[in-house]
């Protein structure tokens, strides 16, 4: 297992353009979380799914925003319509249901800057 | 709400130094709580926990114990070394919920 991956890794796009990452969790963790971490901040929770469900959104995740995980493996974040206030790391997450309390397991993020 | 404070960095240290990074937290209930680290070019790894006051988490020589009372969860490490260079981030998870809540982070260069 080589932990939770994440496509691609740098993503520069232009203002008004729609964007996908995906995130591969840990094969056998059934919990997957998105973040977003801004320069200088702390990663700041977006939404999560505990299999294919979608169990809790942010307030943060507006209406561009979409995210699915379709056979409770991989997810996809998408973002319509990008702005410049979007660009950031976008930061996935897994965990497994019975060890929830060790934290999750991060991916090394995809980092969004819309010019 | 929910929120996690820590002090601003970054913190600059010789090589075995000290080191304290403070962390406090507002959270109802019984929140667990966590510090994560960040080295340059990685994810956040998971760097100790500890779930209930008192509890004392440790890893690789890190130190931080669940003061209640203070609503606190300080990092310590007696002496650092340059490769603990990296960006320290302290987190809750309220008993409620899934999701963490993370601090600002705080930086911490140590020099040879």
């Known amino acids: 297992d080589t932990g939770v991956s994440q496509d691609p890794r740098h993503k520069i796009t232009k203002r008004g353009q729609n964007v996908t990452f995906r995130c591969d969790p840990i094969?056998?963790?059934?919990?997957l979380y998105w973040y977003r971490q801004t320069l200088g901040q702390g990663p700041e929770f977006l939404t999560y799914?505990?299999?294919?469900?979608?169990?809790?959104k942010s307030r943060l995740l507006s209406d561009r925003f979409s995210a699915e995980r379709p056979k409770g493996s991989f997810s996809t974040l998408e973002i319509q319509r990008t702005e410049q206030g979007d660009s950031a790391m976008y930061l996935c997450a897994s965990s497994l249901e019975s060890t929830g309390e060790d934290g999750y397991t991060f991916g090394s993020g995809t980092r969004l800057t819309v010019v | 709400g929910n929120s996690v404070t820590q002090m601003e960095g970054p913190v600059t240290l010789s090589e075995e130094a000290f080191l304290t990074i403070n962390c406090t937290y507002t959270a109802t209930g019984y929140p667990s709580l966590f510090w994560y680290v960040q080295y340059p070019g990685e994810g956040l790894q998971l760097l100790l926990k500890?779930?209930?006051?008192?509890d004392k988490g440790s890893n690789k020589g890190f130190e931080a114990t669940y003061r209640k009372e203070t609503t606190s969860f300080h990092l310590e490490k007696g002496s650092v070394q340059v490769s603990d260079s990296a960006v320290y981030f302290c987190?809750?998870?309220?008993?409620?919920?899934?999701?963490?809540?993370f601090g600002s982070g705080t930086r911490l260069l140590v020099r040879p």
């Open positions: 500890a779930t209930k006051a008192d």
């Open positions: 799914f505990q299999n294919e469900a979608q169990l809790e």
């Open positions: 094969s056998e963790h059934n919990r």
């Open positions: 987190a809750l998870r309220t008993d409620s919920s899934y999701k963490l809540i």
